[in-house]
């Protein structure tokens, strides 16, 4: 009988334990300001800018056709369609920044999105977007990074179906 107290508390003392460390990353990964969170942030703006290339499709062109770096990765209309009509593509692409989805989903949605490839409402991104499946610690970086961004207020939008308007 006492083995059982005992094995008993014990599983509730490394259950607290284990929620007590989860809360803790937790509150490490809302704050923005520590120098290592600066390191990230410029992590994050290599990974989208030079490595994913996410302003090919979510930031707006100029009248020359070149990224308008004033409303960087802030959602516009994309030019690629599939090579067969479907309805599952989008037409558009979102605002990812703090002004769109990155200030609309919280820091663990959006990581959870970037390593599993499933967003917080449970589906995988409308194609063209790919599903990215980034190792934990690029996922916080990219995060950062967007949330770092300003954007437009209110433009957190999802991306269109071609033919659902939602």
Same mark, same amino acid.
């Given at each position: 009988?006492? @083995? *059982?107290?005992?094995?008993?508390?014990?599983?509730?003392?490394?259950?607290?334990?284990?929620?007590?460390?989860? =809360?803790?990353? &937790?509150? &490490? =990964?809302? *704050?923005? !300001?520590?120098?290592? =969170?600066?390191?990230?942030?410029?992590?994050? +703006?290599?990974?989208?800018?030079? $490595?994913?290339?996410?302003?090919?499709?979510?930031?707006?062109?100029?009248?020359?056709?070149?990224?308008?770096?004033?409303?960087?990765?802030?959602?516009?209309?994309?030019?690629?369609?599939?090579?067969?009509?479907? +309805?599952?593509? %989008?037409?558009?692409?979102?605002?990812?920044?703090? /002004?769109?989805? =990155?200030? &609309?989903? !919280? +820091?663990?949605?959006?990581?959870? @999105? @970037?390593?599993?490839?499933?967003?917080?409402? /449970? +589906? &995988?991104?409308?194609?063209?977007?790919? $599903? @990215?499946?980034?190792?934990?610690?690029?996922?916080?970086?990219?995060?950062?990074?967007? *949330? !770092?961004?300003?954007?437009?207020? /209110?433009?957190?939008?999802? %991306?269109?179906? !071609? *033919?659902?308007?939602?």
């Amino acid at each position: 009988m006492r @083995f *059982k107290y005992l094995t008993v508390g014990i599983a509730i003392l490394v259950a607290v334990g284990i929620w007590q460390v989860r =809360a803790d990353q &937790e509150s &490490e =990964a809302q *704050k923005g !300001s520590t120098p290592a =969170a600066s390191d990230l942030i410029k992590h994050g +703006e290599y990974l989208v800018s030079r $490595v994913a290339h996410c302003g090919d499709c979510h930031t707006p062109r100029d009248t020359r056709g070149d990224p308008d770096r004033s409303r960087l990765l802030q959602g516009t209309a994309l030019g690629i369609v599939p090579k067969q009509k479907t +309805e599952h593509w %989008a037409d558009k692409s979102p605002d990812i920044t703090g /002004g769109g989805l =990155a200030g &609309e989903w !919280s +820091e663990v949605e959006m990581i959870k @999105f @970037f390593t599993t490839g499933v967003n917080p409402h /449970g +589906e &995988e991104p409308t194609p063209p977007m790919p $599903v @990215f499946r980034l190792h934990g610690s690029d996922a916080r970086a990219v995060t950062l990074y967007l *949330k !770092s961004l300003p954007g437009k207020k /209110g433009s957190g939008e999802g %991306a269109k179906k !071609s *033919k659902d308007p939602d």
